[in-house]
């Protein structure tokens, strides 16, 4: 059994910053892509950053400049430090990551979110 945990969520005022971790455990043989999706109340999940496992990075435009993802392959665990919030934000924030158990094929998995709220 796979386990996405995040943590850092919570409330911080308009400027300030947060770090977010993300940790993959269970029976893991190797992992792929991981990333951090992000959905704001009323609106469709989307993308804010995503990492491969060579260290190479994407971002939505949105977060580009304020937003860094970084990953720790041997603790399993994927971060992100997020600057100059603003109250767009806001949003409950998931871990995603490609992970492959031993003698299976590479899987999807999706932690159960962490709220982040940036307050005006």
């Known amino acids: 059994q796979v386990q996405l945990v995040e943590s850092g969520g919570g409330l911080v005022q308009a400027g300030g910053s947060l770090r977010l971790s993300c940790t993959a455990s269970g029976s893991i043989s190797s992992i792929n892509a991981m990333g951090w999706y992000r959905q704001a109340p009323g609106k469709q999940r989307e993308l804010a950053a995503t990492?491969?496992?060579?260290?190479?990075?994407n971002y939505a435009d949105s977060v580009k400049g304020r937003f860094t993802i970084s990953r720790d392959n041997a603790k399993n665990t994927v971060y992100l430090q997020m600057n100059s919030l603003k109250p767009e934000d806001t949003a409950v924030y998931y871990c995603?990551?490609?992970?492959?158990?031993?003698?299976?094929?590479?899987?999807?998995?999706w932690g159960k979110g962490t709220l982040v709220t940036v307050s005006s």
């Open positions: 990492i491969t496992s060579g260290g190479s990075t």
């Open positions: 995603n990551a490609e992970i492959r158990q031993y003698e299976s094929d590479y899987m999807n998995y």
